[in-house]
């Protein structure tokens, strides 16, 4: 899309540096830390597998027994395999067993012995992310042979039984129905679990537990569908909570498509602790950078706390930061699907201005972001009536500002969990409005000087001293204020706390040391197109 909104290039090249200043301290304090999900998830990456009996990952029971004997500040890796060799043994899994039995002891290894189990870490980290390197050049395979939708915004649907096999013939049904993108939403609270489950599950509450065989299922059951169809379905899950690192490498084990990973969505509304997030976060997303999955960004849940146009900078300053953070951890520019959301209130006056002004306003600043559009929940009443109505105005403004990922809106929300009769009526509003409308953003320009174009300017002026502000303080600081979502986290409290640790001089990571020395690789022609 051509610029529509006249804005101030120095206030907007103003902005993406204040950004990178309030941004860069915690980045500074990401590196310098890790976690006990950082530590499992380059276990994982090694080859951990499995569960004990009760359900405990055997990568879990692994990290807590090297935690007993010699801390986490030196990571776990040089531990793990130098023990690997002291017991004569060549599966880590077998290692963890014997570990949680009690039977292994471990030690921070120096010298040769170092040296060795160094090299011997890295190995097995390198088979895993050459793994993940095997799912993205199948993604990559795949999109050519069946090609990407034809239309933008991709059509992005939310299928959640809490039974995987219910699951699969909900999404594939969705898929048939025109949906491009299939979201599995998590059963409630997963994300405050410290361990990823194990295998297929059939008991979610509200959603379906996110497990690295539900993961498998769910992929090669759209496979099939894509087959069917001629078109690549995409699949989404979410790389956020205490399991944020795990997430994302299991989801790039199992060639997902797109995962949600925020840079302050566990802190505000999970009570997660902001350095366990910020430290999961930046591992999580050099694990997407590797594995090409676009990641999607949660602003839109600023509004379902904060009043959505008085705290329409707020979306926008999140937005910057999430860039940046994005950026410093190697994704680019095609794989940030910013979060944004049509949640002002619709009995404000102009209500459907504003939301063209904020929606326009994230289009340009991010013009090669697949963003993603988000639909009304907070004001939705449960008259299905009204909600359809809105959900088509919605739409419309998805169309109207050139919009990457449309997620479908339900005119049952805040009544039901939607019904499969509910989508496919909400996926007609959909198809009607893109089909009638989907070229709109060609003709439609704000008046010079107009409602939208100030609008939008006013926001961007109240992002700028909003950062401007956060600079003075910290990210941290307005954090625990309550800056964003009315949502007021201190550094030092929040759930996970006691899962981070500081870096020990000694400190080694194998997978990180190899997603930095090597690149992450190209976009794909077809995403690109």
């Not at 102009?350 to 929606?359: P, Y």
């Not at 089909?435 to 939008?456: K, S, Y």
Request: proline content about 5%.
């Amino acid at each position: 899309m051509r610029p529509k909104l006249d804005l101030d290039p120095v206030l907007v090249a103003r902005a993406r540096e204040l950004a990178r200043r309030a941004g860069q301290p915690v980045v500074d304090l990401a590196r310098s830390h890790t976690t006990v999900s950082v530590e499992r998830a380059v276990l994982r990456l090694a080859g951990v597998t499995g569960a004990d009996p009760d359900g405990i990952p055997w990568v879990n029971r692994l990290v807590d027994a090297v935690v007993a004997d010699v801390g986490l500040g030196h990571g776990v890796a040089a531990s793990v395999f130098d023990a690997l060799t002291r017991e004569d043994l060549t599966d880590v899994t077998l290692l963890a067993q014997k570990a949680a039995a009690g039977s292994v002891r471990f030690t921070q290894p120096t010298g040769r012995a170092a040296t060795a189990a160094r090299r011997a870490a890295r190995k097995a980290a390198a088979a895993g992310v050459r793994q993940i390197d095997r799912r993205r050049a199948e993604r990559d395979r795949l999109v050519k042979r069946y090609g990407d939708p034809k239309q933008r915004p991709w059509i992005y649907l939310i299928v959640a039984t809490g039974d995987i096999y219910e699951d699969i013939p909900q999404a594939q049904a969705a898929a048939r129905a025109g949906a491009d993108v299939i979201a599995v939403i998590r059963s409630t609270g997963q994300s405050l679990l410290d361990y990823v489950p194990e295998g297929a599950t059939r008991e979610g509450f509200a959603g379906t537990y996110a497990t690295q065989e539900n993961f498998r299922l769910m992929r090669a059951a759209l496979d099939v569908s894509s087959k069917e169809l001629g078109r690549y379905v995409r699949l989404t899950n979410y790389a956020s909570g205490l399991c944020m690192p795990e997430m994302a490498t299991l989801a790039g084990l199992e060639r997902l498509d797109m995962m949600l990973n925020d840079s302050m969505y566990g802190i505000l509304f999970r009570d997660i602790n902001p350095i366990r997030t910020f430290v999961d976060q930046r591992f999580s997303r050099q694990v997407h950078a590797r594995a090409g999955i676009i990641i999607n960004t949660g602003e839109d849940n600023y509004l379902t706390t904060a009043d959505a146009v008085e705290e329409a900078h707020t979306v926008t300053v999140s937005q910057l930061l999430n860039e940046f953070f994005a950026h410093e951890a190697g994704l680019a520019d095609w794989q940030l699907g910013l979060g944004h959301a049509f949640e002002i209130n619709p009995d404000v006056p102009e209500s459907f201005r504003l939301e063209l002004a904020h929606a326009l306003l994230a289009r340009e600043l991010f013009p090669d972001a697949p963003l993603k559009w988000m639909p009304p929940t907070k004001h939705m009443t449960g008259d299905v009536f009204r909600g359809n109505l809105l959900d088509g105005f919605f739409n419309l403004a998805g169309t109207l500002t050139g919009q990457g990922i449309l997620l479908v809106g339900m005119m049952t929300e805040a009544v039901v969990t939607p019904w499969l009769s509910d989508r496919d009526i909400a996926l007609q509003n959909v198809r009607y409005v893109l089909g009638a409308a989907g070229g709109l953003h060609e003709d439609f320009v704000p008046a010079p000087g107009g409602f939208i174009q100030q609008r939008a300017r006013q926001v961007l002026g109240e992002a700028v001293r909003l950062l401007e502000r956060i600079g003075e303080q910290s990210l941290l600081t307005a954090i625990a204020e309550g800056t964003f979502g009315i949502m007021k986290r201190p550094p030092d409290r929040g759930k996970g706390l006691d899962g981070v640790a500081r870096h020990e001089a000694d400190y080694w990571n194998p997978a990180t040391e190899i997603l930095e020395a090597e690149p992450a690789g190209a976009e794909p022609t077809a995403v690109r197109s």
